[in-house]
């Protein structure tokens, strides 16, 4: 199976900044990757696909890059809102597999 | 508007069998293929099984394969996902989403709790 590692595990940060969240894969799974916004104790909520392509509704804070083995999301002017677990998920290959999480807290 | 609703969790002895359903709205769900994933409590995601859009295709992850079947009937607009054998560790939140493997919409999740 191929193994999402995101990095931080967590972080705090201010409303107004700009967050950066890594995902590496252990395999080269090219730009087959979405990223999932969880808020506590409810669904996960899919935000962008394929690397980099926004989900319908989503804000345009959000943005995602990456190709190969590495991945990022970046939230620009983080909002109220935004603080949540974010999640990588890669699905070149079966079985899909989700990175560990990233907790986005409040400094 | 999407809707997933999940139903047909609570508590399960070790060695019990469960078996969860997901009404589908707002969609043309015919269309779609779908997924179960779980989460235990206080973890990460994990996909478990995936189902085409004609029920003719099934995928499991070695964790649930063998225990699991998952189907569906496009004229319901409803997922399904029997669990047998169940253990202790397959307490989680379970969702139904819909899409391919990466996951456009998700139900709210039901909790399955695997104990004596």
């Known amino acids: 199976d191929i193994q999402m590692t995101q990095s931080p595990s967590s972080l705090s940060a201010s409303v107004g900044d700009r967050v950066t969240i890594t995902c590496r894969a252990s395999?080269?799974?090219?730009?087959?990757v979405g990223w999932y916004q969880q808020k506590a104790g409810k669904a996960p909520k899919a935000l962008i696909y394929?690397?980099?392509y926004l989900q319908s509704g989503v804000p345009s804070r959000f943005s995602g890059s990456g190709s190969g083995t590495d991945f990022t999301l970046t939230i620009s002017n983080l909002q109220p809102e935004d603080f949540a677990t974010y999640y990588c998920?890669?699905?070149?290959?079966?079985?899909?597999?989700f990175g560990q999480g990233t907790k986005v807290e409040i400094k | 508007e999407v809707q997933l609703v999940e139903s047909g969790g609570g508590l399960v002895q070790p060695g019990g069998s469960l078996r969860l359903s997901c009404a589908a709205s707002?969609?043309?769900?015919?269309?779609?293929?779908m997924n179960w994933v779980r989460q235990a409590p206080g973890k990460g995601l994990e996909w478990i099984s995936y189902?085409?859009?004609?029920?003719?295709?099934?995928y499991y992850s070695e964790s649930v394969k063998g225990r699991s079947t998952i189907s569906r009937d496009n004229g319901k607009n409803s997922l399904d996902l029997q669990m047998v054998g169940l253990r202790v560790e397959d307490t989680a939140v379970y969702y139904c989403?819909?899409?391919?493997?990466?996951?456009?919409?998700w139900g709210q999740g039901i909790l399955v709790t695997v104990s004596s």
């Open positions: 189902i085409s859009s004609r029920g003719t295709t099934m």
């Open positions: 707002g969609f043309t769900f015919s269309n779609f293929e």
């Open positions: 394929a690397s980099s």
């Open positions: 395999q080269d799974i090219s730009s087959w």
């Open positions: 989403a819909s899409g391919g493997y990466f996951h456009d919409y």
């Open positions: 998920q890669q699905y070149n290959s079966f079985p899909p597999t």
